[in-house]
């Protein structure tokens, strides 16, 4: 079947996971994109492999260069107790860019800068629009002197970046970023347009459907006053575990969330492909939870229903 054009979803892989398991839910899905994530501190022995049979069936790849800091309530509040900040490991991240896109460059030509700097859990001190527009600076001149032709995605910005939340979310920064003029350093803005319905919430569909709605209607319009670059939602899910939501209503909220971006010519990649096995996450954590396949990669309910609905779309 066709795949659809500006859907995808994000991939972390495992070195336990089927690589075969995992390419045929892609097509299943009708993606044509992915996101994946190549990890600072970890070494996946398929990931050549998994790179090779998505550029076999003309599955796009998106490579997110990041530390992956697990959601837990600890490295949430508290990220540096474990981990160092970036300018404390510019050298290692330097050394992993340099490895990670000579070795992936036959078949990653997008690259992203980092995941949400506009966050402490990811940037583990205060976040800088200062320090990443330097960071992106650096790196991307790095990506490009490997490959003159890669595109470069701004890091992914959680949330509106209307809304500042002290110790955790920074506000106008990616407003602040293009003041320094780090326009020039990027080809495409991410954006993750959650909701704190997409953790915990009583809400129906048609309370999802209108607060997504408006979210994305000002996200377009906040980053198109300030760049012509293309946008992209390159991060979108909800946790089954702890909302009113069913898994039918989940799919049908995605499938619509797809169409709706398409009207705005905004790429949409859901979040993602398989539940995540890092025991850092408590239990309660809703983040642990967001796949469509669980760790075993045996369809959830969401994924049951989303397959058909994706089916009955015709471009």
Request: neutral net charge.
């Amino acid at each position: 079947m066709k795949k659809l054009s500006g859907f995808g979803i994000n991939v972390v892989l495992s070195n336990d996971v089927s690589i075969e398991k995992t390419i045929q839910a892609l097509i299943d899905l009708r993606v044509d994109h992915i996101r994946l994530e190549f990890n600072l501190d970890e070494n996946i022995k398929a990931t050549e492999y998994f790179c090779q049979l998505c550029k076999q069936n003309n599955i796009e790849i998106v490579g997110l260069l990041v530390r992956q800091v697990p959601g837990s309530l600890a490295t949430l509040l508290f990220p540096e107790r474990k981990y160092p900040d970036i300018d404390a490991i510019e050298k290692d991240i330097v050394s992993f860019v340099e490895h990670t896109v000579t070795k992936y460059k036959k078949y990653v030509s997008i690259w992203e800068v980092w995941n949400e700097p506009n966050t402490r859990r990811f940037w583990i001190k205060t976040p800088s629009a200062h320090g990443y527009s330097l960071f992106l600076e650096k790196i991307s001149a790095i990506i490009q002197n490997i490959d003159k032709n890669a595109s470069i995605v701004f890091g992914g910005i959680s949330g509106k970046d209307t809304l500042d939340i002290p110790f955790l979310l920074k506000k106008n920064f990616f407003r602040d970023c293009i003041d320094l003029g780090s326009e020039q350093f990027f080809d495409i803005v991410a954006f993750h347009p959650y909701l704190l319905d997409c953790y915990f919430s009583i809400n129906s569909k048609k309370v999802y459907k209108k607060k997504l709605e408006k979210n994305i209607k000002q996200i377009v319009t906040y980053t198109r006053n300030l760049t012509n670059k293309p946008l992209w939602f390159n991060e979108f899910g909800i946790s089954p575990d702890f909302v009113r939501v069913s898994p039918k209503d989940i799919a049908e909220i995605y499938v619509w969330l797809y169409k709706t971006c398409q009207q705005h010519n905004v790429p949409l990649a859901l979040w993602q492909l398989y539940d995540t096995e890092s025991s850092e996450y408590e239990v309660i954590t809703p983040e642990k939870h967001f796949g469509l396949l669980d760790t075993n990669l045996n369809p959830k309910d969401v994924y049951k229903e989303l397959i058909p609905l994706l089916q009955q779309i015709h471009e």
